[in-house]
């Protein structure tokens, strides 16, 4: 069964750093977004992206992050400079499109701030 | 910001009887309705959903109902199994399609 896959799994950076978190939506979605859930917390909406731009973004999604599909098949998120309080489960998401309410997560990425 | 709320952090069901998972949500705007599985250091995964047109869904041991009036939905699993222990988030859209989801807290079952 098709999957979403992220990687890495766990990335440590220092605070300020810039990190890149991939991820690989399954075949033929056409809808993509990321999510994070800070410890404890619940699952945030911070990003959606169509047909290569960014259809929705939350106020978290502040000009330190971005997004990008470069090729096609993989699907990114950026984090410029990175700060404690990012530190956070993201989980990337696809959805096939038009008609379809769910969306399918990958594993998610535990990122941690120094 | 609580437009999705799932007061019960956790729930503790004896195997073979009934887990009723509760949610509530206050935007009247949204018209489709998931819940999600979550196990530790894993993605939530899909479960079941139901459109507002429906007041019930069922699939298998999961069923969910709807009450509109109420702005309330739950989650029954019948009969429940230890594989069942995790997270379940609410999870709510508007049925525009394809628009970003608002999660609930979660209940730990």
């Known amino acids: 069964e098709p999957e979403v896959t992220q990687t890495p799994s766990h990335q440590v950076t220092q605070m300020g750093q810039e990190v890149i978190l991939r991820c690989v939506p399954i075949?033929?979605?056409?809808?993509f977004y990321w999510y994070r859930q800070i410890l404890g917390q619940k699952v945030e909406f911070l990003v959606s992206?169509?047909?290569?731009?960014?259809?929705?973004k939350s106020e978290i999604f502040d000009d330190q992050f971005s997004v990008e599909r470069p090729d096609g098949s993989n699907f990114t998120l950026k984090i410029r400079s990175t700060k404690l309080e990012d530190s956070a489960m993201y989980f990337c998401?696809?959805?096939?499109?038009?008609?379809?309410?769910?969306?399918?997560f990958g594993p998610g990425t535990r990122l941690t701030v120094l | 910001d609580q437009q999705v709320k799932q007061n019960s952090p956790s729930l503790s069901v004896q195997e073979g009887r009934i887990s009723i998972l509760n949610c509530d949500y206050t935007?009247?705007?949204?018209?489709?309705f998931l819940w999600y599985k979550k196990y530790p250091a894993e993605g939530p995964t899909f479960l079941i959903s139901?459109?507002?047109?429906?007041d019930k869904n069922e699939d298998g041991r999961f069923t969910v109902f709807l009450n509109k009036s109420a702005k309330h939905l739950s989650l029954h699993i019948v009969p429940s199994q230890p594989g069942d222990s995790a997270v379940y988030f609410c999870?709510?859209?508007?049925?525009?399609?394809?628009?970003?989801?608002?999660f609930g807290t979660g209940t730990r079952l």
């Open positions: 998401a696809s959805n096939p499109g038009r008609g379809y309410n769910e969306q399918f």
């Open positions: 075949s033929n979605h056409l809808y």
């Open positions: 992206f169509y047909n290569n731009e960014i259809s929705e």
């Open positions: 935007n009247s705007m949204f018209d489709y």
């Open positions: 139901i459109s507002s047109i429906k």
């Open positions: 999870a709510a859209s508007s049925n525009f399609g394809n628009e970003k989801l608002t």
